[in-house]
């Protein structure tokens, strides 16, 4: 028996042409990836050997990105060229985040904020703690990350938070940080720092407009929960 090719199957079932005839936007997430590895196995469609593939990470294409060449070349079907090329397409749509959280933005909204930080620090398995420097009219002027931990943790120097707030000459600040486990619950420590830093905006006249709790698909903002 061939292998299903996509060239094999009904039109109305070819990924490609449906993006040519419906755009890239009418297409799954199954679909796209079928065209990205071109034909399935002796027994599976490339579209169906792609919803098993994102089946065995739940849908998660964060998930999806972080599986070795080792681990997709164990669904049968998928050889070293085609895990490479999975890699190499979510490698780059990764980077795509990243360029536009590079870029300057006017922060109206925590979902802006989410917008910029979920690329950088979302789906990391340590925590990590930024903050944004904001000018007058809520631009980002510089983010920089002002210390790193271990799962569950990170300390943060308040002292070296503010001098780098002062050599921007910002007037407002969004303090962010990620939670490896997934859960969007401030701790206590996430309530006293929020507080500490807070405080000595208030007397330095640098405002702390926000502090979120970000996670792969998810964030907690202490403005709009309105406990800042």
Same mark, same amino acid.
């Given at each position: ?83 490479? #090329?999975? +890699?190499?397409?979510?490698? *780059?749509?990764?980077? @795509?985040? =990243? %360029?536009? $959280? ?50 569950? #943790?990170? +300390?943060?120097?308040?002292? *070296?938070?503010?001098? @780098?707030? =002062? %050599?921007? $000459? ?57 406990? *800042?």
């Amino acid at each position: 028996m061939e292998k299903l090719t996509i060239k094999s199957w009904a039109l109305d079932d070819r990924p490609r042409e449906k993006l040519l005839a419906k755009g890239k936007a009418a297409l799954s997430d199954a679909e796209l990836i079928a065209i990205l590895i071109g034909s399935g196995n002796r027994n599976e469609s490339a579209v169906a050997l792609s919803k098993r593939i994102l089946q065995s990470v739940e849908g998660n294409i964060n998930a999806l990105a972080k599986l070795s060449v080792e681990k997709l070349t164990e669904f049968k079907g998928i050889g070293e060229a085609k895990a490479i #090329a999975i +890699i190499t397409a979510l490698e *780059l749509g990764k980077r @795509r985040q =990243l %360029e536009v $959280a590079l870029e300057k933005p006017k922060i109206t909204s925590s979902k802006d904020v989410f917008n910029v930080m979920q690329p950088i620090i979302g789906d990391l398995d340590h925590e990590e703690f930024w903050v944004l420097f904001l000018s007058n009219s809520n631009k980002v002027i510089a983010k920089s990350q002002v210390s790193k931990g271990g799962l569950t #943790a990170t +300390i943060v120097d308040v002292r *070296l938070l503010f001098k @780098r707030a =002062l %050599e921007l $000459a910002c007037v407002g600040l969004i303090a962010c940080h990620n939670h490896p486990s997934g859960k969007l619950v401030p701790s206590n420590a996430d309530k006293n720092i929020t507080q500490k830093i807070k405080e000595a905006g208030t007397i330095l006249d640098i405002k702390l407009l926000d502090h979120l709790i970000i996670t792969q698909k998810a964030y907690f903002s202490f403005a709009d929960e309105g406990i *800042l």
